[in-house]
């Protein structure tokens, strides 16, 4: 009781001393293009890189090392969830019964299945020219999957394929970094040329790292979905 | 002579990492071999970095983006040692695997210590600030993924650790990226060189906010007290292996992240050093005594692993070449004494199926070998005279000395910590070589491709403890490249 009394109090005043900090000393609002790195993203990013979405300029060309590792986090983090859970299904005889889905359901995600994997694709191949990217069209692929998953009990998606798609797209990415260093001596180079910008082929590597990133995002997310299936069952 | 680039380090780990797992879909025993060939080119690479880096910097650009615009690697004779390390440790580890995650995925635990690899490197050898927290969410979340390796009996113990480490974890990236953020906020720039430029110049209140929030995350991936508590369990619950990779690979990059930050970004802000000295000496002492109080043999080494994380903290903060010089010599020291004590207990451990201390008893005469190796390590920590500890002790000392009244007083502190670890090491040695056995039968010695990475690393802990000329040549210029700043290095961008 006292113990907790005392985090409590301290954690209040840290959070008041934080709090008021940051409200007196965060230049909210203040135009900082002018002191940083911000300024040469901001009016050289697209003909720089030759894409029209600055962010996706940011994130795969300019800092595209981190986003390597990001994919990298990801692909840590599903091959920890699926060694964290082998062999670790719950014992015979405490299986959970599953209700099968109403027609509606099944109907619905047979319509809508193409669709959602049709919707992730687009979000991926346009990285370059609008909002999205990558990541984000390999979440919504891996709904998709999900509502597979939601509409037939017995859905199974293939390891073997999957891991064999993961492992392909993923060393595409690194491919591509360690072919620019043996281009022109640096890792991650754009050794394509940009296009005109808001073209769909333009702007470089960034088109063929992003639909590589689409494809693992969306199979490593499965897989882990799949990996919980597993473990329910 | 080759050149290889310092960014291949990270290429081939994850091309690699990418690569097992479809490999072992038609030959299920590759995964073994294709890591310890990336391990061994990271060996080569690191090696040859090593020697270039003692001449120059070597700098590597990444997307061809000059630095401040993109991410840069900038590998002093530092960093290019600490890789060096990181691959050395790893690729002896290896060896020593077999029979330990036998029972277990090990296509999965071969990706996961390549990337693991891979990720401690990337923190050693990267210049912007992003790309550290980046590397060092790989390294995390992949040490969490091998915690939770363990089988059988320990499975239960090695989950609660796991998600202990994991919220702990997750706190830690959380304070780093927040800090990372206002650190942007106050500067506009994400590059080390230009950060360590523009700190001088930015909001007082928020670059201090920063480095408390920065050295409250490293902090505890460098196991400093209060934030330590996953430390205990991780390293007791973690299968073997697992362990001596967390000591000897995963808190040194953490380590060596929070040092990096605090002299070369904040240019060793006298605010962080007396934090870092104040909570340095506590870590030193609740480690010790803590170890003196266990009955667990791994969780012992584990505190004692605390403790000499303390001393490395009181012997950066105190900020002067000589205690620079001592504080990465019992770095290197507790890496490969550490390193070699947990393979040594985890053999023991392996053999005698406890982790009791209490059942140590005699035994030099049930398996001599592994006994002389533990003994060896356990003299190299405690600070004995003709091994690696006593010098980077007496060299900690002799830098704290040139500190006045007060290094005296930390002094004092060091040796009485010294005198604790004395204790309770020499407790276990006692046990091992002079009480008799209950059973006296003889139990099998690991086989030689284990006994092997052991040998190595009692060599070397000999080689630092009789020929320290050889290291000092390193790590004179690392200390120096420390107190110079990174301002000069990349012309300051």
């Known amino acids: 009781m006292i113990k907790k009394s005392i985090a409590l109090i301290l954690i209040a005043i840290l959070f008041v001393a934080i709090f008021f900090t940051l409200a007196n000393d965060l230049p909210f609002g203040d135009n900082r293009t002018t002191t940083g790195v911000s300024d040469k993203y901001i009016y050289h990013g697209v003909n720089d890189t030759g894409a029209s979405n600055l962010v996706t300029a940011i994130v795969v060309n300019y800092r595209g090392f981190d986003t390597l590792g990001e994919v990298t986090v990801l692909f840590v983090a599903a091959t920890g969830v699926g060694a964290v859970l082998y062999n670790m299904g719950r014992p015979a005889g405490k299986k959970r019964k599953k209700t099968e889905a109403s027609l509606i359901v099944r109907t619905g995600s047979r319509i809508l299945f193409p669709m959602m994997l049709l919707f992730g694709a687009y979000i991926f191949v346009h990285g370059h020219l609008t909002p999205g990217g990558g990541f984000q069209g390999g979440a919504v692929i891996a709904t998709a999957f999900l509502f597979k998953y939601v509409s037939d009990t017995r859905y199974h998606i293939d390891h073997n394929k999957f891991t064999a798609t993961e492992s392909v797209v993923g060393m595409t990415f690194a491919l591509v970094g360690i072919m620019g260093l043996l281009l022109t001596g640096y890792f991650l180079f754009n050794f394509l040329p940009n296009g005109s910008p808001g073209e769909l082929l333009s702007a470089g590597i960034i088109p063929i790292i992003y639909v590589a990133i689409g494809i693992k995002v969306g199979a490593e997310l499965t897989g882990i979905l799949d990996n919980m299936m597993e473990v329910e069952q | ?493």
Request: hydrophobic share 55%; glycine share 10%; aromatic share 12%.
């Open chain 2, 1 to 493: 002579m080759v050149n290889i680039d310092p960014t291949l380090m990270i290429g081939i780990p994850l091309f690699m990492g990418f690569l097992i797992p479809s490999v072992a879909i038609v030959w299920k025993n590759s995964p073994r071999y294709l890591a310890g060939f990336t391990i061994l080119f990271n060996l080569i690479a690191s090696t040859l970095l090593l020697i270039r880096s003692l001449n120059a910097p070597v700098i590597s650009v990444l997307g061809g983006w000059q630095p401040p615009y993109g991410i840069v690697f900038v590998a002093g004779p530092l960093g290019s040692m600490l890789a060096l390390l990181i691959s050395s440790m790893t690729m002896l580890t290896w060896f020593y695997l077999p029979p330990h995650i036998k029972e277990g995925n090990e296509t999965k635990f071969y990706m996961l210590f390549i990337l693991l690899m891979a990720g401690a490197t990337g923190m050693v050898l990267t210049g912007d600030l992003f790309n550290l927290f980046v590397f060092t969410e790989i390294t995390s979340i992949a040490s969490f993924s091998l915690l939770a390796y363990s089988r059988g009996k320990d499975e239960k113990e090695a989950v609660e650790a796991t998600i202990k480490y994991m919220i702990i974890g997750s706190l830690s990236s959380a304070f780093f990226l927040i800090g990372i953020a206002l650190l942007y906020g106050a500067t506009g720039t994400l590059n080390m060189a230009d950060l360590a430029s523009k700190i001088p110049s930015a909001n007082h209140n928020l670059v201090m906010m920063a480095l408390a929030m920065i050295i409250t995350g490293l902090g505890i991936e460098a196991e400093m007290f209060p934030l330590n508590g996953w430390t205990p369990d991780a390293y007791t619950g973690a299968t073997h292996p697992v362990s001596v990779m967390f000591a000897s690979v995963v808190v040194k990059a953490g380590f060596f992240a929070l040092i990096r930050v605090v002299f070369l970004i904040f240019g060793a802000a006298t605010e962080a050093l007396q934090i870092l000295m104040i909570f340095g000496l506590l870590t030193l002492f609740v480690g010790e005594s803590s170890a003196l109080r266990q009955t667990d043999l791994k969780r012992m080494l584990a505190y004692s692993s605390i403790g000499q994380m303390g001393l490395l903290l009181v012997a950066f903060s105190l900020n002067n070449q000589t205690a620079l010089v001592g504080g990465l010599y019992a770095m290197l020291n507790h890496a490969i004494a550490k390193g070699l004590l947990f393979m040594a207990a985890g053999s023991f451990i392996f053999a005698l199926g406890t982790r009791d201390i209490s059942a140590l008893n005699g035994m030099g005469k049930r398996m001599p070998v592994t006994s002389a190796l533990f003994t060896i390590g356990a003299f190299s920590i405690m600070g004995l005279p003709f091994f690696g500890g006593f010098i980077s002790k007496i060299v900690i000392i002799a830098g704290s000395m040139q500190a006045g009244t007060e290094g005296m007083l930390v002094a004092i502190l060091i040796l009485s910590a010294s005198l604790i670890e004395l204790v309770y090491f020499l407790r276990v040695v006692h046990r091992i070589w002079m009480r008799e056995p209950e059973d006296d039968s003889r139990l099998k010695e690991a086989p030689f491709t284990q006994m092997f990475p052991m040998i190595v690393l009692a060599a070397f802990v000999f080689l630092m403890g009789i020929y320290p000329q050889a290291f000092f040549k390193v790590l004179i210029p690392a200390a120096q490249e420390l107190l110079r700043g990174l301002g000069t290095m990349i012309g300051g961008a």
